[in-house]
């Protein structure tokens, strides 16, 4: 889809969308770029940091059999593996311009599978993915600096979830409070915490209770992520996915036959409300794969004209 006139510089498109809401200006901001194999790396950061809306989905063509879709995730300080709000955001845009469902979606971190899915209302995207491994229980030396940067004392958590490290690609600590009104007191230290990540702390901090105070939902959490540019992560699809499995290796999901599934909320902290819907597929105890869905809204989308190389 390149969009070059005769006689201009290289243009690109590009998508401001809201994922994890229907309504325009909630939810979790992303960049959808198309036509990314046109750009070189420092291009693909330069667009992310003008952008700076977090995170930026860079949208390539396949290079191979067994994907239909390759993609790159620049935050405005550096390139990530997977991004989860953000590939649902691009979903969308490749819906509203009628092209062809790519199914499976080739990143850094690997093959991840997408679903178009409608139940009579807005129509949603969900992507599934083996389930993200937790890597270790964070002990007291690892946490308490944590709880101190975040404002958290240790009798403020629940102790039916003990605080650990998640993930693959990117690592996130998934911290549980007893209530969910404790997540509107946090207080996070950012500068402290990018300090610790740096240190070789988990890159992001997921706060999340079992008791939410909003409701609907099963869930409600928070995150931040300083060390990669992003003081409070609206609405996240990997954390959740982390989440998912962890609870369900834990035995606190209701189970329903095929696994079991929840409803999150994230982002209302910051007047930026989004819903997941998180979906555990397992026989038994045995986790295959875990699923996360949410729709996603296009707010704008503009072309603009590169630069010259410098």
């Keep these: 889809m390149a969009i070059d006139s005769p006689g201009s510089g290289r243009r690109v498109r590009i998508f401001h969308v809201d994922a994890f809401t229907t309504r325009a200006f909630t939810g979790n901001p992303a960049g959808v770029v198309l036509d990314a194999e ?23 063509p396949a290079d191979g059999p067994d994907h239909d879709l390759r993609a790159r995730f620049f935050t405005p300080h550096a390139e990530t593996g997977f991004v989860g709000h953000a590939s649902i ?8 311009l009628g092209m062809n469902h790519c199914r499976r979606q080739q990143q850094r ?40 940067a975040l404002g958290l004392q240790a009798s403020d958590l629940d102790p039916r979830c003990p605080a650990v490290a998640a993930g693959a690609g990117g690592t996130r600590a998934l911290i549980a409070v007893r209530e969910g009104a404790m ?14 990540t740096a240190a070789g702390a988990p890159a992001g901090y997921f706060i999340y209770s079992r008791s939410p105070a ?4 099963q869930t409600e959490a928070r ?8 003081p409070e992560d609206p609405v996240s699809g990997n ?31 910051m007047e930026r409300p989004g819903v997941l819907g998180i979906r555990v597929l397992a026989e038994g105890q045995a986790m295959q794969a875990v699923q996360v869905a949410g729709t996603a809204v296009i707010v704008f989308d ?5 630069p010259p190389a410098a």
């Design 38 to 60: 046109r750009l070189g790396d420092r291009e693909m950061q330069r667009i992310a940091r003008e952008l700076n809306v977090g995170d930026t989905i860079f949208l390539l």
């Design 89 to 96: 955001a691009a979903h969308a845009v490749l819906a509203a």
């Design 109 to 148: 971190t690997g093959l991840v599978e997408f679903e178009r899915l409608s139940d009579g209302g807005a129509e949603s995207y969900a992507f599934t993915q083996t389930p993200p491994p937790v890597q270790r229980v964070l002990e007291e030396q690892a946490l308490a600096p944590m709880l101190a």
């Design 183 to 196: 997540l509107a007191r946090l207080r996070p230290d950012l500068p402290r915490l990018a300090a610790l």
């Design 214 to 217: 909003v409701p609907g939902c």
């Design 223 to 230: 995150m931040f992520c300083p060390a990669l540019g992003i």
């Design 239 to 269: 954390a959740h996915a982390m989440l998912g499995a962890y609870l369900y290796a834990l035995g606190l999901l209701a189970p329903d036959g095929t696994g079991a599934r929840f409803l999150a909320r994230q982002g209302h902290h």
């Design 302 to 306: 503009a072309v603009i004209e590169l």
